[in-house]
């Protein structure tokens, strides 16, 4: 297991830090770029702002960095744990660790991604080690793997945690 994986964990428990907190700092804001002033996203079509807001951006829009943040740990509260908390059964039993990688590769792919899901299938027979192998299944954009969205769906990078690193952390 990795110890950076297991140290980050045992940071986030010894304080108190939440699984949206974790998630966004740990997992979620390494990956994704952040820009304070919005931009058009060629690759979606849509103005974008911060870690990849796009809902109600438009173009002028500026945000501080603190408002940034704040507007990930809103979004991924409401928009993406609460919904992971209603399509997966036993949500609440789920270990910390699987819970934060559910929770990153949902803000990547999509909620309705996510709850269609082997993974979430297997998190709902608490087959942990499962589902975290299987959340790596999601490394593709165009029908072929792509190098980032593998290291970020396993084992992460020299400088980024990946979801499954953490996600089997928590395990053991």
């Given at each position: ?18 699984v ?25 079509s ?6 990849g ?9 500026a945000?501080?960095?603190q ?13 993406y ?21 559910f ?11 996510v709850?269609?899901?082997t ?19 999601f490394?593709r ?10 290291l ?6 020299a400088h ?13």
């Amino acid at each position: 297991m990795s110890k950076r994986a297991k140290t980050a964990l045992a940071s986030a428990m010894a304080i108190g830090l939440s699984v949206v907190a974790f998630t966004a700092t740990n997992l979620t804001m390494p990956w994704e770029s952040k820009r304070n002033v919005a931009y058009w996203d060629a690759l979606g079509s849509v103005w974008t702002v911060c870690y990849g807001e796009t809902q109600g951006v438009k173009k002028g829009d500026a945000y501080t960095d603190q408002q940034c943040l704040d507007m990930l740990l809103r979004r991924m509260e409401r928009d993406y744990e609460r919904p992971l908390a209603v399509c997966i059964p036993n949500y609440s039993s789920i270990p910390f660790s699987v819970k934060a990688s559910f929770l990153d590769l949902a803000y990547n792919v999509g909620v309705g991604a996510v709850c269609g899901s082997t993974a979430a299938r297997r998190a709902a027979a608490k087959n942990w080690v499962g589902a975290c192998e299987a959340m790596t299944w999601f490394n593709r954009a165009g029908g072929r793997v792509v190098r980032g969205l593998q290291l970020r769906r396993e084992d992460g990078d020299a400088h980024r945690i990946g979801d499954r690193e953490i996600c089997l952390a928590g395990l053991s």
